[in-house]
């Protein structure tokens, strides 16, 4: 399973990170994909990482605007702002896509992102 | 990468059948057989319905149905019922280890 970090309030500008760790498999053999939901909006694919060699991919809609972090020790994946804008303010998942597939099939319980001043 | 393009809402009767579009482009639902499917309830996660256009998770009842023609994919809901009522969202892979969701599509069971 994915298990997220709890619910975050920030001042915009105050840097942020959330994590996923995830647990009941091998960390290391599955993507850890990051997945954006804006109050009332649709899911939005942020990016992905590969724990066993950090290997991480952006969507250009986020590139640029976070950073996708994986420490294997923990089993855990990490998504961070370092100067959050209220535009920033979602709900956030963590999924896991298996080697070899194109799917995510397990998903954290989201973590709920507050920006506000 | 813009978003799949999706119906914003659907509906249909308890028993009947409604069918969930998702069109994409040359980069993304048409090359590959990677499009997926997840069912979202009011504050729930999301959850894998369908996945490579037409295979179902373990638990994942055989009333839903995935296809893909071209650039379109499909979800079939047959036999509804009140449990389905929710969002679903296709999904698909784009290359390069990208991936781009559709907008999401809400269903009401009347």
């Known amino acids: 399973q994915l298990v997220q970090s709890g619910a975050e309030v920030k001042k915009p500008g105050e840097s942020l990170k959330i994590s996923c760790k995830g647990s009941g498999y091998t960390f290391t053999n599955s993507w850890i994909a990051w997945v954006r939901q804006m109050p009332g909006k649709g899911l939005e694919w942020m990016g992905i990482?590969?724990?066993?060699?950090?290997?991480?991919r952006y969507s250009p809609s986020f590139q640029g605007q976070v950073i996708i972090s994986v420490d294997k020790s923990i089993s855990t994946a990490y998504l961070q702002w370092s100067s959050p804008k209220a535009s920033d303010t979602a709900m956030y998942y963590c999924a896991r896509a298996p080697d070899d597939s194109r799917h995510f099939d397990y998903w954290g319980q989201g973590t709920l992102v507050t920006v506000s001043s | 990468q813009s978003a799949l393009a999706q119906p914003r809402s659907v509906s249909g009767s308890p028993g009947q059948s409604v069918t969930i579009s998702c069109t994409g482009t040359?980069?993304?639902?048409?090359?590959?057989?990677?499009v997926s499917w997840y069912q979202q309830h009011p504050d729930k996660a999301p959850k894998l319905m369908i996945y490579?256009?037409?295979k179902r998770p373990s638990g994942v009842p055989d009333r839903f149905f995935g296809s893909k023609s071209g650039n379109t994919a499909s979800l079939t809901i047959s036999g509804l019922q009140a449990e389905d009522e929710a969002d679903y969202y296709c999904?698909?892979?784009?290359?390069?280890?990208?991936?781009?969701f559709g907008g999401g599509t809400k269903l009401t069971v009347l």
């Open positions: 990482i590969y724990p066993d060699d950090s290997d991480t």
């Open positions: 490579d256009v037409s």
């Open positions: 040359s980069s993304d639902v048409a090359p590959y057989r990677y």
């Open positions: 999904c698909s892979y784009a290359g390069s280890y990208t991936w781009v």
